[in-house]
């Protein structure tokens, strides 16, 4: 069937309304990326044999689902509509889950153990990762199937398409964007308002949306698991941002890396085609709008915007100068207005309920939620998604549940390979464009790596360095020449072989490369640089003057040995190690041969009396 006018849509939600069994539990299984890695579509198999076999399918509906951000967790399965949340579950409790199910009990060893209050707990908004969330670009991840467009629609998916067509004119959209506050989510914090009317503006025949979902930052996984847990939502919000500028044609620029995310947009876009609400005259208006996928190879610099059209156009993906902006001549020379995932899928919201209501969250220059990637050395790793202006401790202590293993807080790692680090002193700082530019970071696209006391500034900010030098696009010279140079001088140090002008070098690269490369990525590069020697100058010194790395990770300036007084002769180290640089016999004492070890560390993994001392 086709929609031909906004009714045919809310009468196709009415009959699926009607059709929901209110009583009828649902199971619900992440089939995210993280959780397929775990194991879910096994799982998923599993259930479909077990529901099969006790004849359970007309009392149980069983139905994938996205990612629900509880990453390390995985698999996840959720039971709706109670909520009840079963972590890491595999083949061999599906029988005592779908009997709880049919029981109203609970697999009480599958819920979640909150170790602060020594209880386990039930419900998804019980668990301290969640209740401290404001989910709303998530809300529907986890709880819809990703592939099915019934249910999108069945939870109000393009009810703000229709209102956008039915009450709005392309001004008005604009101005409820503009009074939303929402900025581009991609890394800049461009106003979204105001790029879409610079585009409206341009005189053209022809006119593109395009969706960034390069994401190419390390550890980041914002964009794909809303494309692959809620693609419809970024697919509405493109096609009313075609309606706010006049355009008829869109693109979404994925990297090729994100296969499970290219096949739900693929399938997303082919039903809703089939329902009219992609492709000529929607809804039965005289507006049409067409979506198309790009595969990108996986290049950094094409999350720029000019590298991408050059991408998408069939050149090689380097930037150019600008102006002209792509909002005045972009793809094949055309205006284009180009936001990222995160951004799109903010636009039914606010449209929905309109933007002085969506204004109503977040700090005062940047309103809403953002998502982002928590990573590092922290307790809870996955998605995370607050309130513009929450406290970095809020997002690290109270939902990351704090530094993992012990270890002490040193710094998190805001914006990706081009953002900053931040010490402990500034924990209590609020989230948002201005404050973290203040304190030398971004916010990028979501990126936020926690890190502990065994994290080495330096070999942490020659990391970022190879893979910005490496990424280069090498068009200017700053950017290619000078991350070189700078990543030459890290490596330097990190062999122990720095000189004390060294760091005057490097800030002076450093400022260089940031005041004249041509676009973001050149710009942005130096940024590990420049905060780590601005809160972590001890270490560069130590390293440099000392010849020692005080975190134990340059493998150059450290050695290994065994403390006696702590080697209880148990042999386990000499066993593991690769190169069979540790002797000793049971029960004496063991010594490691500085001529062969590799210093690989897995002789202090494997030590469980802390006899082994790194220096």
């Keep these: 069937m086709r929609f031909n006018s906004i009714d045919d849509l809310l009468n196709y939600k009415k009959r699926l309304r009607e059709g929901v069994k209110e009583d009828m539990p649902v199971i619900t299984i992440c089939m995210g990326t993280g959780c397929t890695a775990f194991g879910s579509e096994e799982l998923m198999e599993e259930f479909q044999k077990e529901i099969s076999r006790e004849n359970l399918g007309s009392k149980i509906k069983l139905k994938m689902a996205g990612c629900h951000g509880f990453c390390e967790r995985g698999p996840i399965v959720l039971i709706l509509p109670e909520e009840i949340f079963y972590q890491q579950v595999s083949k061999a409790n599906v029988q005592d889950i779908v009997k709880s199910v049919i029981e109203k009990g609970v697999v009480n060893q599958l819920l979640y153990l909150d170790v602060n209050l020594n209880k386990r707990l039930k419900y998804v908004m019980d668990i301290p990762f969640y209740n401290k969330q404001l989910r709303q670009v998530l809300k529907n991840n986890g709880r819809i199937d990703p592939e099915s467009i019934d249910d999108y629609i069945l939870n109000g998916g393009y009810q703000s398409l229709a209102k956008a067509i039915k009450d709005l004119s392309p001004e008005e959209i604009i101005e409820e964007v503009k009074k939303s506050g929402l900025r581009g989510r991609g890394g800049a914090g461009f106003p979204t308002g105001l790029k879409w009317e610079l585009t409206r503006k341009q005189k053209n025949d022809k006119k593109y949306i395009i969706c960034n979902a390069d994401e190419g930052d390390p550890g980041a996984f914002m964009d794909r698991s809303i494309l692959e847990g809620n693609p419809h939502s970024v697919l509405e919000g493109m096609i009313i941002a075609g309606l706010a500028i006049e355009s008829d044609e869109g693109y979404i620029y994925v990297r090729a890396e994100y296969p499970l995310a290219v096949k739900r947009l693929n399938i997303a876009i082919s039903d809703a085609r089939k329902l009219g609400l992609v492709g000529e005259k929607i809804l039965g208006s005289t507006f049409s709008f067409d979506i198309k996928i790009k595969e990108g190879a996986g290049a950094f610099v094409c999350g720029e915007e000019t590298a991408l059209i050059a991408s998408i156009e069939g050149k090689r993906g380097m930037p150019r100068p600008r102006p002209p902006f792509p909002a005045q001549s972009g793809l094949w020379g055309k205006p284009t207005c180009i936001n990222n995932v995160e951004t799109f899928a903010n636009i039914p919201l606010i449209i929905l309920d309109g933007g002085g209501e969506y204004s109503k969250v977040g700090a005062e220059k940047s309103k809403g939620t953002k998502i982002f990637s928590l990573t590092g050395k922290v307790n809870n790793t996955g998605l ?191 066993k593991k190690c690769p190169v069979g640089a540790i002797t000793g016999e049971v029960k004496k004492k063991h010594m490691i041969s500085l001529d062969k070890c590799i210093k690989c560390g897995v002789c202090l993994e494997t030590c469980k009396f802390n006899a082994v001392v790194v220096e």
């Design 384 to 574: 995370v998604e607050v309130p513009i202006g929450t406290k970095l401790r809020d997002v690290i202590f109270e939902i990351g549940g704090g530094v993992d293993k012990g270890r002490t807080f040193k710094a998190v790692q805001t914006g990706g390979p081009s953002g900053g680090c931040i010490p402990g002193e500034y924990l209590d700082l609020p989230i948002d464009y201005e404050t973290l530019a203040e304190v030398g970071s971004i916010m990028g696209s979501g990126g936020m790596i926690v890190l502990d006391d065994k994290t080495c500034m330096v070999e942490l900010t020659h990391y970022f360095l190879s893979f910005t030098q490496n990424e280069s696009c090498g068009k200017c010279t700053p950017c290619r020449i000078g991350t070189k140079r700078c990543l030459e001088i890290l490596e330097k140090i990190t062999m122990g072989e720095g000189e004390e002008k060294d760091l005057d070098d490097l800030l002076e690269l450093a400022k260089i490369i940031k005041d004249t490369s041509l676009c973001g990525l050149g710009q942005t590069a130096p940024n590990p640089i420049l905060s780590t020697i601005r809160y972590f100058k001890d270490e560069y010194e130590t390293h440099i003057k000392d010849k020692k790395c005080p975190a134990g990770v340059c493998k150059a300036l450290i050695k290994y040995y065994i403390d006696e007084a702590k080697c209880k002769g148990c042999t386990l180290c000499a």
